[in-house]
């Protein structure tokens, strides 16, 4: 038996011991593993027929080659949020521009050539490590009838299904160490800080940062805010803090009452453009208000650099070890996932059936833009 795998989206601490795992475990089993290199664009750029293109997509995984790949963080494998079902024509492979019709400006669907593909490569299932995105062509595959036993991995924890995703532990570590260390520079100038956190449409990891770090105020991408009434409460926190300062996390998704969230860039390969600003944005603004100097800082890929931490590190290892368990069962159409604390699988189509976001009524004061945790027992470790 071959599984392929994959790393597809952000980096996060974690991919590369999920990878060893699998490939340890997957030896146990006596199943070989097959890396694809750069997420879904190596088996769309790979050309059976052209054998340059071959070491370039692909590499064969085995306990020597991956025995110390998880003492770094990112991933060894590479990555990309290419899309093989809308390529844009400047991103076609010069040996699949043949099969464009003149004229078609696309998207281009070329998952006809990755099924042609994976069956050259005698492939039998795949295990893609990856977000919403790189997941949603996972289940595209799924339905045309191939094995899926997928991972969930983002910073942001907001895959649909499951109450972890590997980096997302890391990421809010990173959030509140810089945070903290931010306060020297803060409270020496005695300014108003605002921290800008990776979070796209979750702002999961500002609001538990900002929740462990004790930060005055937290935006969140759900609840947009209304930039004068944040201004007159952050002035107030300076004026009571001792050493005349005061800081603000922020959500890059987030959003000012009336406003849009701050994009840039072309769309990638799954519609999405670069978020960031909305921290400079609001700063400027409540420097305009208040007349008191800001310290803006975006943390953004420092969150998701380095070594993962040791939640994220127990994750990824078990997450593989199920992986492979789901593969040698003959399983396909699988998530591994946490739920209430508790291991498991789940259909891979549950991603597509909702939004994972804050819940706002429970855990979020609208009202003076901080967490609001309440009630501790009977909730699961991230409180979600």
Not at 199 to 214: P, V
Not at 227 to 237: A, G, N, R
Not at 348 to 358: D, Q
Request: negative net charge.
């Amino acid at each position: 038996m071959r599984i392929g795998i994959l790393t597809g989206g952000g980096d996060v601490p974690g991919l590369n011991p999920c990878i060893k795992s699998v490939v340890q475990a997957a030896a146990e089993k006596g199943i070989e593993v097959l890396g694809i290199r750069r997420g879904w664009a190596g088996l769309l750029e790979y050309n059976p027929d052209d054998p340059s293109t071959h070491s370039k997509c692909t590499i064969a995984l085995n306990t020597a080659n991956t025995r110390t790949v998880d003492r770094s963080g990112g991933t060894f494998l590479h990555t990309s949020r290419t899309n093989p079902g809308r390529v844009r024509p400047e991103s076609v492979p010069d040996f699949l521009k043949g099969q464009i019709n003149e004229g078609d400006e696309g998207p281009f669907d070329f998952t006809p050539h990755i099924l042609k593909n994976l069956e050259k490569l005698g492939i039998d299932a795949m295990i893609p490590i990856g977000g919403d995105d790189t997941l949603s062509y996972a289940e595209r595959l799924h339905r045309e009838g191939f094995h899926i036993v997928a991972i969930p991995k983002t910073m942001d924890n907001d895959v649909y299904g499951t109450d972890y995703c590997i980096g997302f532990s890391t990421a809010v570590t990173r959030s509140v160490d810089f945070i903290h260390q931010l306060r020297t520079s803060t409270g020496s100038h005695e300014r108003i800080a605002i921290v800008e956190l990776f979070g796209r449409y979750s702002g999961e990891t500002s609001l538990l940062a900002s929740y462990l770090a004790g930060t005055e105020r937290s935006i969140i991408s759900e609840v947009p805010f209304d930039v004068e009434k944040l201004s007159e409460m952050i002035l107030e926190d300076r004026s009571n803090n001792p050493s005349n300062y005061a800081m603000i996390a922020i959500s890059e998704g987030a959003s000012m009452l009336g406003g849009q969230v701050v994009e840039y860039g072309q769309e990638d390969a799954y519609g999405h453009k670069k978020l960031g600003g909305i921290g400079l944005i609001t700063g400027e603004a409540i420097k305009k208000i208040t007349g008191k100097n800001i310290l803006y800082q975006q943390v953004s890929y420092l969150m998701r650099s380095g070594a993962p931490d040791s939640l994220d590190l127990m994750v990824a290892v078990n997450y593989a070890k199920m992986a492979i368990s789901l593969v040698k069962r003959g399983a396909s159409n699988r998530l591994v996932a946490l739920r209430n604390g508790t291991y498991t699988s789940i259909p891979i189509t549950t991603i597509s059936t909702g939004k994972k976001r804050v819940d706002v009524e429970e855990l979020y004061d609208c009202d003076n833009y901080r967490p609001k945790i309440k009630h501790i027992e009977g909730k699961p470790m991230f409180l979600y």
